[in-house]
């Protein structure tokens, strides 16, 4: 039905086209009616008109069909009416011809009425198809001017810092610039048209290469295990927020005094709770005795709980031989 939605406007754009198919199909339909005439009984006059005339209007359009549907009426009354070979009508053949033009006449509205619901369709696919594109295109062009932008401020707290001497100062400049960029280079990947989707575990390890790489660190890896985790799309920003917080946080206080180790980021689905359990683990020092995730100044581990808070999950610390982060979260937040 798509197919002929398509080819029928382009058919019926040429008006030679039209009414020679009309002319066609009336003699081919008078030519085998003139040839099987001697088997049928009596009482089939219109047999072979009426395949002629759904086929024209079908085909040609409704002004070729009606044109087809009088022809073949006028020779159904010559030839197969009697009297034959005579235009005359007398009560029997007034019956016939008023069945006739009543059965065609329905053949060809419901013909045209389809035919012009295809054709509604058809540019109705065609408009929703050319904004479909556009939103596209414009959905495309917003998020790479959202990049840009985020670049740009990036850029410029990285001039800021040069003039900055309080390393504290500088510090925080060089943190905030480090998680904008971050910011940008997540928009950028997640929101480009090109890529139908993300593998998460193929995205947290590019993800912990970048941090790892911005904050010098040496001797330090990162393991990732996500097997069988399905992650919604729009959750992958925060949640690679508060990896790039926790893994940051093992790496200032983990790993401070350049020992070499290990940080594993594990994702798994706990079928018990209905939840996803995230954990970012390190094998570093570890945690102070003192130390209350509810009431630490760290900015970072407050950006990652309030990260968590927006999905709907819990952020918990524990420390021992390493420090173990684990994030619970609802698998459809």
């Not at 020679?20 to 030519?31: H, I, K, S």
Request: aromatic content about 8%; charged content about 20%; overall charge negative.
């Amino acid at each position: 039905m798509d197919r002929l939605a398509e080819i029928l406007p382009r058919l019926r754009s040429n008006a030679t086209f039209k009414y020679t198919f009309c002319v066609v199909a009336f003699l081919l339909a008078l030519a085998i009616r003139l040839a099987i005439d001697s088997y049928l009984p009596p009482g089939f006059p219109f047999l072979t008109f009426f395949p002629a005339v759904i086929l024209s209007t079908l085909i040609a359009g409704l002004w070729p069909g009606i044109m087809c549907a009088a022809i073949s009426g006028l020779a159904a009354l010559y030839f197969f009416i009697s009297p034959f070979y005579s235009f005359e009508i007398d009560y029997g053949a007034a019956i016939a011809m008023v069945f006739y033009f009543f059965v065609v006449g329905i053949d060809i509205t419901l013909i045209h009425l389809i035919t012009k619901s295809l054709e509604q369709l058809r540019q109705e696919r065609n408009r929703s198809a050319d904004l479909s594109r556009r939103t596209e295109i414009m959905f495309s062009e917003l998020q790479h001017r959202v990049s840009n932008n985020l670049q740009t401020v990036a850029g410029l707290l990285l001039l800021q810092e040069t003039d900055i001497d309080d390393p504290k100062a500088r510090q925080a400049l060089q943190e905030a610039r480090n998680r904008i960029t971050l910011l940008g280079k997540l928009h950028r990947k997640l929101h480009d048209p090109n890529v139908a989707s993300v593998d998460f575990g193929a995205f947290l390890e590019e993800l912990s290469r970048d941090v790892i790489q911005a904050a010098g660190v040496k001797g330090v890896d990162c393991a990732v295990d996500t097997s069988g985790i399905d992650i919604a799309p729009r959750q992958f920003i925060p949640l690679a927020l508060i990896v790039t917080e926790l893994v940051s946080n093992s790496l200032e206080h983990g790993f401070a005094d350049g020992r070499r180790g290990t940080v594993r980021i594990i994702c798994r689905n706990d079928t018990s709770t209905g939840e996803v359990a995230l954990t970012v683990e390190d094998d570093g020092q570890g945690l102070p005795p003192d130390f209350d995730l509810q009431t630490t100044k760290s900015l970072g581990l407050y950006i990652a709980k309030s990260l968590a808070q927006q999905i709907g999950g819990r952020l918990n610390m524990t420390g021992g031989q390493g420090t173990c982060c684990t994030l619970r979260f609802p698998a459809s937040a």
